[in-house]
T-cell receptor
């Protein structure tokens, strides 16, 4: 079945550092890809998404590009802030099937 | 719109007790689902529904029941609570089954079973 693999955490960075969280997927069709973020004590919320190959999703300084050739959707941000500390989930969606999540990556940004 | 709402926020149960976690959405979404989140385990799907009157099992359905009598509500029932069901439970909804819609999550219910 479909699956998502993302890098294990936790990731600890200093403020203004560059962030990359790797995400690769396995899917039989042409899924849509998502990054969700979970701030402490809250539910998940959409950070960005891409629905077809070569699409780039972006939001709040975060970016991810749907790479079909490498089956990847890596999350990047050029300069992280303390307020970006959260858990980040990569996910894929194919048709009417349930959303498939990676295990999540905890990011801590220190001042 | 209130979005996806869940009640209660916190609950403590004794082993063997039953309870219902409530979930409601006011966005007229067809698709709703329940997840549990345990430390280091990410999110695991319990049950989901593609529309009123239709439900299906997810990855970890044992010990949980659901029904979907209306588009808006999707309650999760624990029939006989066990300590292994201590977790944070999230309800989610999305518009339909097109394969590209954003899924919206509730704020979660934190459950402790003693």
């Amino acid at each position: 079945g479909d699956s998502v693999t993302q890098m294990e955490g936790p990731v600890t960075l200093s403020e203004e550092a560059f962030l990359t969280i790797n995400c690769t997927y396995t899917a039989t069709g042409y899924p849509s890809l998502f990054w969700y973020v979970q701030y402490p004590g809250e539910g998940l919320q959409l950070l960005l998404k891409a629905t077809k190959a070569d699409d780039k999703g972006s939001n709040k300084g975060f970016e991810a590009t749907y790479r079909k050739e490498t089956t990847s959707f890596h999350l990047e941000k050029g300069s992280v802030q303390v307020s970006d500390s959260a858990v980040y989930f990569c996910a894929l969606l194919s048709g009417n099937t349930p959303l498939v999540f990676g295990k999540g990556t905890r990011l801590s940004v220190i001042a | 719109n209130a979005g996806v709402t869940q009640t209660p926020k916190f609950q403590v149960l004794k082993t063997g007790q039953s309870m219902t976690l409530q979930c409601a959405q006011d966005m007229n979404h067809e698709y709703m689902s329940w997840y549990r989140q345990d430390p280091g385990m990410g999110l695991r799907l319990i049950h989901y529904s593609v529309g009123a009157g239709i439900t299906d099992q997810g990855e970890v359905p044992n010990g949980y029941n659901v029904s979907r009598s209306t588009t808006e509500d999707f309650p999760l029932r624990l029939l006989s609570a066990a300590p292994s069901q201590t977790s944070v439970y999230f309800c989610a909804s999305r518009p339909g089954t097109g394969g590209f819609e954003t899924q919206y999550f509730g704020p979660g219910t934190r459950l402790l079973v003693l």
